[in-house]
Nanobody
Framework: EMQLVESGGGLVQAGGSLRLSCAAS?????????IGWFRQAPGKEREGVSCISSSDSGAYYADSVKGRFTISSDNAKNTVYLQMNSLKPEDTAVYYCATARSGKFGSSWFCYYGMDYWGKGTLVTVSS
């Protein structure tokens, strides 16, 4: 059974940092995959924060997080991370890890349209 489990969320002051982790089980990061981070703040639509796909070489980042967030993966541990620096109150949201059955589309496509499998999310709260 495919499962994604996020961790690392919490309460942090503005300007601080957090690192989110997403441990995947039931599948492995092979040659054809996409994985990413999404977030949803209360009353707002889901936003693709950062995604990577085997179809392209670079990661996609939403404009709102460029230069502050970094996505990375450790294929040996089947884990993807989101390093979040210079956090702002507007980064407050539930952050979800997601993966797709196939990485046939580019990273920006996945971040815009979403993926097939989702974790339950981890709450990030940034205080001002």
């Amino acid at each position: 059974e495919m499962q994604l489990v996020e961790s690392g969320g919490g309460l942090v002051q503005a300007g601080g940092s957090l690192r989110l982790s997403c441990a995947a089980s039931g599948f492995t990061f092979g040659d054809d995959y996409a994985i990413g981070w999404f977030r949803q703040a209360p009353g707002k639509e889901r936003e693709g924060v950062s995604c990577i796909s085997s179809s392209d070489s670079g990661a996609y980042y939403a404009d709102s997080v460029k230069g502050r967030f970094t996505i990375s993966s450790d294929n040996a541990k089947n884990t993807v991370y989101l390093q979040m620096n210079s956090l702002k109150p507007e980064d407050t949201a539930v952050y979800y890890c997601a993966t797709a059955r196939s990485g046939k589309f580019g990273s920006s496509w996945f971040c815009y349209y979403g993926m097939d499998y989702w974790g339950k999310g981890t709450l990030v709260t940034v205080s001002s």
